[in-house]
């Protein structure tokens, strides 16, 4: 399972300069754990830190400058932090399993002579196999105002010695294929210059559908496949075209082309997902599907206690969210990163912590799980939860976000081990004193 050990991001809307976790140059630091929790008050930043992987993922999908506007975000002037002229930087440290040495990936945007949003900068770079957490690692691309090197192969790579006062990466990339930035041959011969027709694309989305390219291709899969929930239950209640679908789309409003799909393709796992609804949502004897004279599909739950069964437009919002998230963590081929903002909202209070298990079950599974990413606002799932898992949003005096983790607390730490709930300990203010 691929997992994000480190994310860095600068500049955008109240994230001056935030980092969670291990990056490339903050070797010291824990990587992030395969749940990650961010807590913190109103406005400290938990919503922009969850859009900054949406918009990362956006920007590959779509292109920067649609990025830029998509989501109301408002443009490129609207999510670069107030008061700043700097570009908005990602860097991304992950690895795509256990074994596999770690990858840096690097992208810097800022606006073209025409005002219009653009890459500026874009990095891929792994350590080779056995080579220790320190020295210059490999880059298999390069670009800058989308011009720029790439590797061909999924090995080696060309190595950028950057300590020198006078390095320029621009002559750099310039020199390297007329033999004059001291490459070897094997560099010279399996790195080829690209320019790209458009630099509001990434270079990962163009030269990742190559076969060429196998690292820049793996990578891209890995972000392609980020799950960003925007799930609300009234989406969940609409009424789609009977087609199954093998999975839940980002607004939740093909949940019963989802379960028609577990029903026909997966129906002993559909089944182990009803038993576990019923243990959480007492009356809950059976889900499925029906379909209209006109094609359409209705969700169909079955009370006990009642003849008659409700449909999704009649149940609770409570009930259609940890039915939706259930069905997401049991997906027969999940996402490889999972984000869901505030996922308690509707839900009774006592499922929270069954919930957060559940979260954490899937995420650390080896195979078959995803990375897990929320934000929330309940004490009562933070009471799930260890404070190695646990990341604070707090407003910096210059009004900006700041980060510190749970773990890092040290009265937090002992009073944890003693015995004391996580969430208890923040509802009594111990995680927000600095």
Known sequence: MAKIEGFRVKNFKSLKDVTLGRIMNLQQAE???????????????????????????????????????????????????????????????????????PITY?????????????????????????????GRPYSFLVLNNGKGIVWKGETKGFQIDETKKDFDLASWIK???????????????????????????????????LKQHPRISAFRRFVEGWYLSYFTPD?????????????????????????????????KQFQNILKRIAQKIPGIKKIDTEKTSDGRLLLRFNDEGFQDPFYSQQMSDGTLKIFAYLLL????????????????????????????????????????????FLTTHQPYLVDALEPLEVWILEKGQDGFSVV???????????????????????????????
Request: net charge positive; proline share 5%.
């Open 31 to 101: 990587p992030l754990t395969p749940l990650i929790v961010v807590i913190g008050k109103n406005g400290v930043g938990k919503s922009s830190l969850f859009d900054a992987f949406g918009f990362l993922a956006d920007c590959l999908k779509i292109g920067v400058e649609e990025a830029c506007d998509a989501r109301g975000r408002g443009g490129f002037e609207k999510i670069q932090s107030q008061g700043q002229n700097k570009p908005i930087e990602f860097e991304i440290y992950y690895k795509e399993n256990t074994k596999a040495s």
């Open 106 to 134: 690097e992208l810097s945007i800022g606006l073209d002579k025409l005002s219009r949003p653009c890459v500026l900068k874009e990095r891929l770079r792994q350590r080779r196999s056995g080579q220790r957490n320190y």
């Open 175 to 209: 020199n390297l294929k007329s033999g004059r930035s001291g490459k070897t041959k094997e560099e010279t011969k399996n790195s080829e210059k690209v320019e790209l027709d458009d630099n509001r694309k990434l270079g990962i989305a163009t030269l990742g559908s």
């Open 235 to 267: 989406a969940a209640r609409s009424m789609p075209l009977a087609v199954p679908q093998k999975h839940l789309n980002i607004h939740g409003d093909n949940l019963g082309n989802v379960v028609q799909f577990m029903e026909r393709e997966h129906p």
């Open 329 to 372: 963590l049991d997906d027969p081929s999940p996402p490889p990163f999972l984000c869901i903002e505030e996922p308690e909202n509707g839900l009774y209070h006592k499922l929270l912590e069954t919930l957060a298990s559940e979260f954490r079950k899937h995420a650390e599974k080896r195979e078959d799980g995803s990375q897990v």
């Open 404 to 434: 510190k983790r749970a773990s890092e607390i040290q009265i937090v730490k002992h009073l944890v081990d003693s015995g004391l709930p996580l969430g208890g300990l923040w509802y009594s203010d111990y995680l927000d004193r600095r």
